[in-house]
Nanobody
């Protein structure tokens, strides 16, 4: 059974940093675009960042550009999100997503909570 397991969430003060990890198993990891999404209470889930299968291209939401960095290690079947200069508005459940378009195949992790508060 396909698994995406997030870790690294927690509580941090504004201005702090966290590094999220997502461990993938039981699918051909390198063929999937990997993304981080987040969902705050009462809000829709939104794309935070994504990275191509080879890791050569990344994309970020405007709200996190310059503060967050997505990366992947295809030898470890893992994707990461380094989050710096965290703000209270970054508080959300963060989800790992794997997507392959042809043929369509998509998986989600269970999420890891990030709370930014003083």
């Amino acid at each position: 059974q396909v698994q995406l397991v997030e870790s690294g969430g927690g509580s941090v003060q504004p201005g702090g940093s966290l590094r999220l990890s997502c461990a993938a198993s039981r699918f051909t990891f390198r063929r999937y675009v990997m993304s981080w999404y987040r969902q705050a209470p009462g809000k829709e889930r939104e794309l935070v960042a994504d990275i191509t299968g080879t890791g050569d291209k990344t994309n970020y939401a405007d709200s996190v550009k310059g503060r967050f960095t997505i990366s992947r290690d295809n030898t470890k079947n893992a994707v990461y999100l380094q989050m710096n200069s965290l703000k209270p508005e970054d508080t959300a459940m963060y989800y790992c997503n794997a997507l392959r378009r042809l043929p369509l195949s998509e998986f989600w992790g269970q999420g890891t909570q990030v709370t930014v508060s003083s």
